[in-house]
C-alpha cells in the first residue's frame, strides 16, 4: 500500500532519488501543508493568530534547506537567519531584524508553544501598513536605534506575501541546474530530514489513509 508524503505524491515519488522529484515533494509540502492553510485561517474568524503561527515555522525550516544542515541544538540561530533573509522585503536593516527575530522567537513562536499564547512584546493586526511596526525606545527623547525592542505590531497578511514571495524565487534557484552549491545543500537536507538513507519505518497496523511527513 502506498502512502502519501505529500497532498499531491505518494512514496514512490521518492524511487528515482532525484533532486527534481525531492524539490516537487517539497513544493507541494509547503504550499499545501503550510502556505494553503494558513491563507485559509487567515479569512476565518479570529483566525490570524492561528495563521501566523503556522507562518513562524517557515523560518527555520528554510534556513535548513538553505544550509543543507540540522538545526538541531541551533533552532535560534536558524530561525534568526531565516527570518532576516525572507523579511529584508521590508526594508528594515539587518541588525534590527536580526533583533525582531530574536524577540518574536522568544515572544511567538516559544511563548504560544510553550505558554499557549504570544507574550506581550507582541501584537498582531492583520490590518497594520507594515508587514513589521517595531517599536524602540527613546533615549533623551530621540529614538534609540540599538536599544531593546519595546514592541511589535505584526501583519500576518502582509508575512504571508514576504513567505510567498521567498519560497517562489527560492524555487526558481533551487530548480536551476546551474546552482550546484544550492541544489546540493538541498539534497542534503533532505538526506538529513527525510531519512532517504534510512530504512523504510515498520507500520504494525493496516496503514489505511496515513499520510507520511
Same mark, same amino acid.
Given at each position: ?11 514512490t ?16 509540502? $509547503? ?54 533573509? $525572507? ?12 533583533? +525582531? +527575530? ?49 514592541s511589535?505590531?505584526?501583519?500576518p ?16 534557484? $533551487? ?13 542534503? +537536507? ?10 523504510p $519505518? ?12
Open positions: 500500500m502506498n502512502i502519501k508524503i505529500s497532498p499531491n505524491y505518494d512514496d515519488k521518492l524511487d528515482s532519488k532525484s533532486v527534481d522529484d525531492l524539490i516537487d515533494v517539497f513544493e507541494d509540502r $509547503v504550499k499545501y501543508w503550510l502556505l494553503e492553510p494558513a491563507k485559509v485561517l487567515l479569512k476565518t474568524k479570529n483566525g490570524d493568530i492561528s495563521s501566523l503561527c503556522l507562518l513562524l515555522t517557515y523560518f527555520e525550516g528554510i534556513t535548513i534547506y538553505l544550509r543543507g544542515k540540522d538545526s538541531k541544538n541551533k533552532s535560534k540561530a536558524f530561525f534568526r537567519e531565516g527570518f532576516v533573509e $525572507v523579511m529584508r522585503s521590508s526594508g528594515i536593516n539587518d541588525d534590527l531584524l536580526g533583533r +525582531a +527575530a530574536d524577540l518574536i522567537y522568544s515572544d511567538a513562536r516559544c511563548g504560544f508553544f510553550h505558554d499557549g499564547c504570544f507574550r506581550s512584546r507582541i501584537l498582531v493586526s492583520p490590518d497594520a501598513s507594515h508587514d513589521l511596526i517595531i517599536t524602540l525606545p527613546k533615549k533623551n527623547g530621540i529614538i534609540d536605534k540599538h536599544g531593546d525592542i519595546e511589535i505590531i505584526i501583519n497578511n502582509l508575512i504571508l506575501l514576504a513567505i510567498e514571495s521567498h519560497f517562489e524565487h527560492y524555487l526558481r534557484k $533551487v530548480r536551476d541546474v546551474s546552482n550546484k552549491e544550492i541544489r546540493a545543500n538541498f539534497e542534503n +537536507a533532505c538526506k538529513i530530514k527525510w531519512a532517504l538513507d534510512k530504512p $519505518v515498520v507500520i504494525g497496523l493496516d496503514p489505511g489513509n496515513i499520510t507520511s511527513p
